[in-house]
């Protein structure tokens, strides 16, 4: 069993989970008992902390009170995550506890996020002698953020199926790893009535930030262009990059381009691209800049409908009439700024 402290970090271990299972209280004690109204102050503080800045935030973890506090807050997090009932904030608030741990595992031996590796079923080789990581190929490409130069596969040294990787990197890949489980495990659970009685304020308050949120988007422009008037498919990689979802790099493409064609500038592109975990400026404006052509000869168009399919990101389910008369993203939106001058 690892230290009380570990097991705080890193509640998502299964060490922390057998934790809880020996020695936590039961749920209905967890939920109404008063020497854990702390942890039931704590989960809340993950949750708002996750939605408002991709962290779930740093507490003191100096006596064995702290530890215990910490771990328990984590499934009270969850839980009531899951009764706010709402796909978003549970990709936001995955996210704010996969980025939390990605930075701690920065300061960890390599040895450590091996056996983290292991727990996620990630496949790595390390060689200590000549201070080496590689991974297997297929976890990999589940996990790496491709859409950046330096993790194309072409970038990566690779050999037996495995690709040479840094501590940093693996680091990123294990974040990807846990905000994925969480948001699948989250996705899959039922909101507990005893949970939604207890937390009822809480999670009132946060679905009416959610409302408030979702209608501002909706009604504010991103520069010059009107979000309501997007064609799903955009809206959907829209939507999953404010998430911070690790969007496939031809979603990234096609957005980009499609703004490019609608005249907005580099500035106001990027900051759509600014909730990523690992966004960075420099990097992201030079890609930016080179599919619009302002670092290049070339300024590359936004793929049509035909390959939007093709590339697995056009929203079949969630077209509707106009979608389904057209054979390119641009002429939605035109087509739907017509339909709204011909209103009366």
């Known amino acids: 069993m690892r230290e009380l402290t570990t097991l705080a970090k890193y509640p998502f271990l299964h060490d922390t989970r057998h934790y809880i299972k020996e020695n936590g209280p039961s749920?209905?004690?967890?939920?109404?008992?008063?020497?854990?109204?702390?942890?039931?102050?704590?989960?809340?503080?993950?949750?708002?902390?996750?939605?408002?800045?991709?962290?779930?935030?740093?507490?003191?973890?100096?006596?064995?009170?702290?530890?215990?506090?910490?771990?328990?807050?984590y499934p009270l997090a969850r839980m009531v995550a899951v009764c706010i009932g709402d796909s978003?904030?549970?990709?936001?608030?995955?996210?704010?506890?996969?980025?939390?741990?990605?930075?701690?595992?920065?300061?960890?031996?390599?040895?450590?996020?091996?056996?983290?590796?292991?727990?996620?079923?990630?496949?790595?080789?390390?060689?200590?002698?000549?201070?080496?990581?590689?991974?297997?190929?297929?976890?990999?490409?589940?996990?790496?953020?491709?859409?950046?130069?330096?993790?194309?596969?072409?970038?990566?040294?690779?050999?037996?199926g495995f690709l040479t990787i840094s501590h940093k990197d693996l680091a990123r890949i294990l974040l990807e790893s846990l905000r994925e489980r969480i948001n699948e495990e989250l996705l899959t659970r039922e909101c507990d009535k005893s949970v939604y009685d207890t937390f009822s304020s809480d999670i009132q308050r946060f679905q009416t930030m959610l409302a408030m949120q979702k209608k501002k988007i909706e009604a504010a422009p991103v520069g010059k262009v009107s979000i309501e008037k997007l064609p799903p498919c955009m809206k959907n990689i829209l939507s999953a990059i404010q998430s911070g979802e690790n969007v496939p790099h031809m979603g990234r493409f096609s957005l980009v381009a499609f703004l490019s064609s609608l005249r907005l500038s580099t500035n106001e592109v990027l900051k759509l691209f600014s909730s990523a975990p690992d966004y960075q400026e420099d990097k992201t404006r030079y890609q930016v800049e080179h599919i619009t052509g302002a670092s290049s000869s070339t300024e590359y168009k936004c793929p049509g409908c035909e390959k939007m399919r093709t590339y697995g990101i056009c929203p079949v389910d969630k077209m509707d009439d106009v979608c389904k008369k057209v054979r390119h993203p641009l002429s939605f939106y035109s087509n739907k700024w017509k339909q709204e001058k011909q209103k009366p």
Not at 134 to 151: S, V
């Open 27 to 73: 749920v209905d004690e967890l939920l109404h008992d008063l020497p854990y109204e702390r942890a039931r102050i704590i989960g809340i503080e993950r949750l708002d902390n996750a939605f408002k800045n991709r962290d779930v935030g740093e507490r003191s973890l100096a006596n064995e009170s702290d530890c215990i506090m910490e771990i328990l807050s």
């Open 88 to 160: 978003y904030f549970k990709k936001r608030y995955a996210l704010g506890e996969a980025y939390h741990v990605y930075k701690q595992l920065l300061n960890e031996p390599t040895s450590f996020l091996l056996a983290v590796a292991q727990e996620f079923n990630v496949s790595v080789q390390h060689n200590p002698e000549k201070n080496t990581i590689k991974i297997f190929f297929k976890d990999y490409l589940r996990n790496a953020p491709t859409r950046y130069r330096e993790w194309k596969m072409v970038n990566r040294g690779i050999g037996g």
